[in-house]
C-alpha cells in the first residue's frame, strides 16, 4: 500500500507553488530514515530544474516534451500551474497518468477548472481539487520555501468520484507539510469566499498603490501602507487570470466592499464622532472574533 | 550638558507609546554604565504606574494631581496622550514644565495641535513636534516594547523657535532609540501624507472588516485578508479622533482611492485582460520601487 513516505511524487510546474510542496515534501518525508519515495519534475525552466536536482529537491526532471514519460511514473502529481494551464495540461495528457494515480491541482479559482475537468476526468485517476492558502509576493523556485505552508489553511473541494482512502491520503499529505487546518466546501463556495478573502484584497491593494501620489510616500509609512500593499507586488499575467476567471464574485464583493467605505467616509464627512466611533468598535470586535478562528 | 544618558525623562501617558520609549531608554541608554539619567512617569491608571516601577522602567511615578510636581523635574518631557488631550495638557501645565526643557509629543495629527499651541508655548521650553511612526494593534503598557521603534520612521516638524542644539540632542535620541530614519517636514505636508499612509489605509481596513459576511471567512484565508485588515483591530476612540481631525485630508485621499478602485473596477467589469495586465504592472513596479525606498 502506498504510504507518504514511500509515494512517487511528480510536479508539472515548479514555481513558488511547486518548489515549496517539493522542498516540503522532501524536509518532512523523504529525507526521513526508510522513505523509499521520489519527486520528479517538469517544468519549461531548465535553470530551475537543474537547481531542484542540484539542492537535492527532485530525483530526476522532464523537460515539457517529456511529460507523459514523467506522469506514467507518479503515484501523486502536483499541477502547479496557471488555472487556464492546469486545464490545458490535464487535457493534454488525460490518457498519460498512471492508473490509480492521485492528481491536485493550486488553482485559486474553481469552476472554470471543474467546469472543464469533470467531463475528461479518467475513472481510474482521482482528481482531488484544491487550493492551499498560501503565497508570496515574491515569484518561483528560488523563493519557494518547505515552510511555505507552515500553518496555513488548505481548501479541498472533494467530489463524489473521489474515493475516501485518497482523500484521507491527501488529508494526512497535508497535514504533514504543514497546513493546520484543512477546509471542505464546494467550488461556488470556494470561489465565493475566495473572491473576498483573496482577489478583493488583491485589488485594493492595487488601487491604494495605484493611488499613492509617489512613491516617496513610504517616508512617512508606520507600517500599515507597508502591510496593506504587499501584495500589490504582484504576478500581474496571473493575476489578470484570477480576477478574470472569477469575475462575477469578485465585482459583487468590489460593491459591498465599496457600500461599506461609503458608510464609513459619511461618518467622516458629517464629522458623525458617535456613529464612527461605534462602527470601529464594532469593526474590531468583528475582527478580534475573526482572530480569535485564525 | 545635558547628555542623552544623563537626563532626566518624563513621560505623560504610559500606554503603547509612553511605555514603548520608555522602555527603549531605559533599555538602551540608562542601564549604560555611567548613566545617571532618570525616568519619571505620569498616567491616570495606577496599575500601570505600579509595573513601570516593578520592572524597573520607571525611577519615580506621578498621579495626574502631580503632575507639576514631575514636570518641573523633567529636561525631556513625552507627552504620549490622545491629540485633543495633548493640548490640554500642554495648556494646563504650561508654567510648570522646567525652563530650558525638551517637549515632545507623539499625536498622529498636527494642524490642530500646532494651531493650538503655537500661541502658548513658552519661550524657553523647547516644543518638538513629532510623529514616531510605530504602533500595534495591541494597545496599553502592557504591549509596549523597547524594540517598538526599531527599523521605523519619525516624522520631526520643527518650527523656527526650536533650538538647533535641542533639535539635534533629540535626532541623536530618536538614533539611539532605534528609529532608521528621520524626515523633516510642516504640519500642513504631514497631515496629508499621514492621511494616505495611515488613516486611508485605516479607513479601507475597517471598511473590509465590516464588508465580509461573517467572522468564519478567515477559514479561507491566506494571510492576504489578514494582513490588509490587522489593523482593524482599532482603538476606535483614538482613530475617530485622527480621522475626525485630519477629516479634510482624509477625505479627499478616499475620493483618488475610489477613482483608482473605479478604474481596476472597470478593467475587470469588461474583461479587459490587457488594461487589467497593464494596470497590475504598473503597481507591481511602483510598490517594488517604494519597496526600495522603505
Redesign the interface.
Known amino acids: 500500500m502506498r504510504s507518504l513516505s514511500n509515494a512517487v511524487y511528480g510536479f508539472a510546474g515548479l514555481g513558488l507553488m511547486g518548489g515549496s510542496f517539493a522542498k516540503a515534501i522532501r524536509a518532512k518525508l523523504l529525507d526521513e530514515p526508510g522513505a523509499s519515495g521520489k519527486i520528479f519534475a517538469l517544468d519549461t525552466n531548465k535553470a530551475t530544474l537543474g537547481a531542484a536536482v542540484e539542492r537535492g529537491i527532485a530525483d530526476q526532471t522532464f523537460e515539457p516534451d517529456c511529460a507523459a514519460l514523467m506522469l506514467k511514473q507518479c503515484d501523486v502529481v502536483f499541477i502547479c500551474l496557471y488555472p487556464s494551464t492546469t486545464i490545458d495540461f490535464l487535457k493534454t495528457y488525460r490518457d498519460d497518468f498512471k492508473s490509480g494515480a492521485l492528481v491536485s491541482d493550486i488553482s485559486g479559482v474553481k469552476m472554470g477548472v471543474m467546469g472543464a475537468l469533470l467531463d475528461i476526468l479518467r475513472e481510474d485517476v482521482d482528481f482531488i481539487c484544491g487550493h492551499p ?3 508570496s509576493e515574491k515569484e518561483g523556485f528560488y523563493h519557494s520555501s518547505e515552510y511555505l505552508f507552515e500553518g ?2 488548505y ?1 479541498l473541494m472533494p467530489h463524489k468520484a473521489n474515493k475516501p482512502e485518497n482523500l484521507d491520503f491527501f488529508k494526512s499529505l497535508a497535514g504533514a507539510l504543514g497546513f493546520s ?1 484543512i ?1 471542505e466546501t464546494d467550488y461556488l463556495s ?1 470561489d465565493h ?2 473572491a ?3 482577489q ?14 509617489d ?23 496571473l ?2 487570470e484570477l ?2 476567471a472569477n ?1 462575477g464574485e ?2 459583487s ?2 460593491e ?6 461609503e ?3 459619511a461618518l ?2 458629517v ?1 458623525d ?1 458617535n456613529g ?9 470586535l ?6 480569535m ?2
Do not use: Q, Y
Open positions: 492558502m498560501a503565497g496555513r489553511n481548501i487546518r477546509t470556494h469566499k475566495i473576498f478573502t483573496s478583493l484584497c488583491h485589488v485594493i491593494a492595487s488601487a491604494l498603490v495605484e493611488s499613492a501620489e512613491t516617496k510616500i513610504t517616508a512617512f509609512g508606520g507600517g500599515s501602507f507597508e502591510d496593506l500593499t504587499r501584495i500589490a507586488m504582484i504576478n500581474a499575467p493575476w489578470t480576477f478574470l469575475r469578485l465585482l464583493h468590489i459591498t466592499f465599496k457600500l461599506s467605505l458608510k464609513i467616509s467622516i464627512a464629522s464622532s464612527l466611533c461605534e462602527f470601529l468598535e464594532a469593526v474590531r468583528k475582527r478580534t472574533a475573526m482572530s478562528l485564525c
